[in-house]
């Protein structure tokens, strides 16, 4: 099942990965749980940064699975979604 919304044009960004079927984004499903380095990547931020918002309650949702911070990637496009224009 392919994305509603796209990150990387809510960013203003291309991703980094080259092969997604050229459309610059990987082909998540709303389901996919995407690790902390995934993530970074896509949203070209670094894990820190990401444990930071973790911390401090301002990234996307996610989830731990053992010891393992996961996020959802509808979660994510949602998160994005919210943050349009500010």
Sequence with gaps: MGMNVQAAPLLGIQSRHSDFGGHGMPNYGPNDLL????????????????ARWRRTGTGPPW????????????????WLRQREGN
């Design 35 to 50: 690790t902390e380095q995934q993530l970074a990547d896509e949203l070209r931020k670094s894990s820190a940064t990401l």
């Design 63 to 78: 989830v731990r699975i053992g010891k393992s911070p996961m996020y959802r990637w509808s979660s994510v496009e949602e």
